[in-house]
Each structure stands twice: as structure tokens, then as C-alpha cells.
């Protein structure tokens, strides 16, 4: 049974590590941006409101998808002095308890949220500012999948301390 849990583990954290890849590449395009507004701003007097929202809109999905994304690589908010003091069942029992925590609210988000999602569709919802970005509800669809990940990789986290899974492989090295 334990394969076939870190086959399951390592799939979820495959589509995780894919959503936070994303969102690093979502990171080089906003700096693109950024750079190419103030250069056309100040050099040629020029710029567009709907490339000035699409800088706030790319930094939804660099949140959305980077927490889940911080959770799998361990960087997720932890006060590890005192963790790190705490006896090993202790320790396990505290990411169980963390990672069931991260399902609920991942699951409560994504409830709250697909209404407003639908209702922004069904009115056809876009900026209020003329030249602004229409479709809005694309942004606001960003919040349950941000929040089904993050739900998604608490169910890996939890399952990794339940079953006492080596950790995840990481994306980057530490210097």
C-alpha cells in the first residue's frame, strides 16, 4: 500500500511543482511587463490601462500558486525554533494537524468561491476602466484553483507525515 501512497504523493506534488514552475514564469513576464510600461511611460509618453491591470493580474497567480508551491518545498511559515525543539511524534503530529488544516481551508476557499466566480461569468464582469481588461472572472477562477492546489498539497503533506514518506526532492539547492 505504502507504493502506491507515494505514487500518489509524488503525483500531487508533480502538478504542484508544475503550477509553482508556472508561476516563476508568470514572475519574468511581470518584471517584462513592468519594465516595458515605464519604459514606453517615460520614454515615450505612452502607456495602456489594460497593460497596467494585467500587471496587478499577474501577481494573483504568483500568490495563488506559490503557496501551495512553498508548502511542498518547506518554506511554508513555521516558527522552527521552536519546532525543531519538539520531539519527532510531536513534530510529525504538528504537520498532520498543519496539513489537515490546509485541506479545510483549501476546500472552505474554493466553496466560497466558485459562486463569485459563476456570478462574475454570468455578467460578463471586466474592468470598470475604459481600456481596462474584460473577462474578469478568469482572474477570480485563479482563487479556487490557487486554494484546490494549495487543499491538493495539504493532502500530499499529510499523507507524507502519515505514512512517514521521505521528504520531497527539492527544486532548488540551498547555499
Same mark, same amino acid.
Given at each position: 500500500? +505504502?507504493? *502506491? ?9 508533480? &502538478? ?17 511587463? &513592468?519594465?516595458?510600461?515605464?519604459? $514606453? ?9 489594460? =497593460? ?11 500568490? =495563488? ?11 511554508? &511559515? ?14 510529525? *503530529? ?58 491538493? +498539497?495539504?493532502?500530499?503533506? &499529510? ?9 520531497? $526532492?527539492? $527544486?532548488?539547492?540551498?547555499?
Amino acid at each position: 500500500m +505504502q507504493p *502506491a501512497i507515494a505514487r500518489l504523493v509524488g503525483g500531487i506534488e508533480a &502538478v504542484v511543482r508544475a503550477f509553482g514552475v508556472l508561476a516563476a514564469w508568470v514572475c519574468v513576464v511581470l518584471v517584462l511587463l &513592468v519594465a516595458g510600461d515605464v519604459f $514606453a511611460r517615460y520614454l515615450f509618453r505612452t502607456g495602456a490601462v489594460w =497593460l497596467q491591470e494585467l500587471q496587478w493580474h499577474l501577481i494573483s497567480p504568483i500568490a =495563488l500558486f506559490g503557496m501551495s508551491y512553498a508548502l511542498l518545498s518547506g518554506e511554508q &511559515v513555521r516558527v522552527d525554533i521552536l519546532f525543531d525543539r519538539f520531539s519527532e511524534p510531536v513534530q510529525r *503530529a504538528l504537520e498532520i494537524l498543519g496539513g489537515l488544516m490546509m485541506i479545510a481551508l483549501g476546500v472552505l476557499v474554493v466553496r466560497l468561491s466558485l459562486p463569485w466566480v459563476e456570478l462574475s461569468y454570468v455578467r460578463g464582469e471586466g474592468s470598470p476602466n475604459p481600456g481596462g481588461l474584460p473577462h474578469r472572472f478568469i482572474l477570480k477562477s485563479l482563487i479556487p484553483l490557487g486554494f484546490g492546489l494549495l487543499a491538493l +498539497q495539504g493532502v500530499a503533506h &499529510v499523507l507524507r507525515a502519515v505514512f512517514r514518506l521521505p521528504p520531497p $526532492a527539492r $527544486a532548488h539547492s540551498q547555499g
